[in-house]
């Protein structure tokens, strides 16, 4: 592993080569890798490097902290990677470790987030609203990245990965009503952010 660690560099990209291993299952890959082989420990990283990288951008400030996480998910990967079950998917498998990594590293960096407080807005009076169908899923993801880390992974959580309000009050440090209300905040940001950007610049190009 500790080979391996070297051939990650700051931008995340491993050193240039000629591997594809498309002849190679994942659970050939796993194996060979619980093994401690090099070229299937590479092999798989490069194989779900898109995957890791659109699960990790969902709850990172910017691409330099989701490539940081991704790097560090892979880790343990290769440290639990005897512990992993072949009769269920390596993708289901790997990407629970990486929502959790991408929490660690959220409260991890609590106090550097940009946090928003469920008493610094306002009741609405409303449950959890419904997002309209006019937003779509593009709309989102460049959307969301204006909220604040807490409301941000919150979202993510609950209509992304589907855990419920009381595994993400678990995972984050907060009641599942505190998790509910983030929730319907989220909603309500990104609505008014889709009404102050999308909606305008459409209108703009009319």
Same mark, same amino acid.
């Given at each position: 592993?500790?080979?391996?660690?070297?051939?990650?560099?700051?931008?995340?990209?491993?050193?240039?080569?000629?591997?594809?291993?498309?002849? /190679? =299952? !994942? =659970? !050939?890959?796993?194996?060979?890798?619980?093994?401690?082989?090099?070229?299937?420990?590479?092999?798989?990283?490069?194989?779900?490097?898109?995957?890791?990288?659109?699960?990790?951008?969902?709850?990172?400030?910017?691409?330099?902290?989701?490539?940081?996480?991704?790097? !560090?998910?892979?880790?343990?990967?290769?440290?639990?990677?005897?512990? /992993?079950? @072949? =009769?269920? @998917?390596?993708? =289901?498998?790997?990407?629970?470790?990486?929502?959790?990594?991408?929490?660690?590293?959220?409260?991890?960096?609590?106090?550097?987030?940009?946090?928003?407080?469920?008493?610094?807005?306002?009741?609405?009076?409303?449950?959890?609203?419904?997002?309209?169908?006019?937003?779509?899923?593009?709309?989102?993801?460049?959307?969301?990245?204006?909220? @604040?880390?807490?409301?941000?992974?919150?979202?993510?959580?609950?209509?992304?990965?589907?855990?419920?309000? !009381?595994?993400?009050?678990? $995972? $984050?440090?907060?009641?599942?009503?505190?998790?509910?209300?983030?929730?319907?905040?989220?909603?309500? $940001?990104?609505?008014?952010?889709?009404?102050?950007?999308?909606?305008?610049?459409?209108?703009?190009?009319?």
């Amino acid at each position: 592993i500790e080979l391996f660690r070297g051939n990650l560099i700051p931008g995340g990209i491993m050193g240039k080569g000629t591997l594809h291993g498309h002849e /190679y =299952s !994942d =659970s !050939d890959l796993v194996r060979r890798c619980a093994g401690g082989d090099i070229r299937s420990q590479e092999l798989l990283y490069r194989r779900y490097f898109s995957f890791a990288m659109s699960v990790c951008i969902r709850y990172a400030r910017d691409e330099s902290e989701a490539m940081e996480i991704v790097n !560090d998910s892979y880790m343990k990967v290769l440290d639990r990677i005897k512990d /992993y079950d @072949p =009769s269920r @998917p390596f993708k =289901s498998w790997y990407g629970k470790i990486l929502v959790n990594t991408a929490i660690d590293s959220y409260r991890r960096n609590l106090k550097n987030n940009d946090y928003i407080s469920i008493d610094t807005i306002a009741e609405t009076g409303e449950g959890e609203p419904e997002i309209e169908t006019e937003l779509s899923v593009n709309d989102i993801l460049t959307l969301y990245r204006y909220l @604040p880390a807490n409301l941000k992974i919150t979202f993510n959580l609950y209509e992304t990965e589907g855990y419920s309000h !009381d595994e993400i009050g678990a $995972m $984050m440090g907060v009641t599942a009503s505190t998790s509910r209300a983030n929730l319907a905040r989220a909603k309500k $940001m990104l609505r008014e952010l889709y009404n102050k950007h999308i909606i305008s610049l459409r209108k703009g190009h009319e």
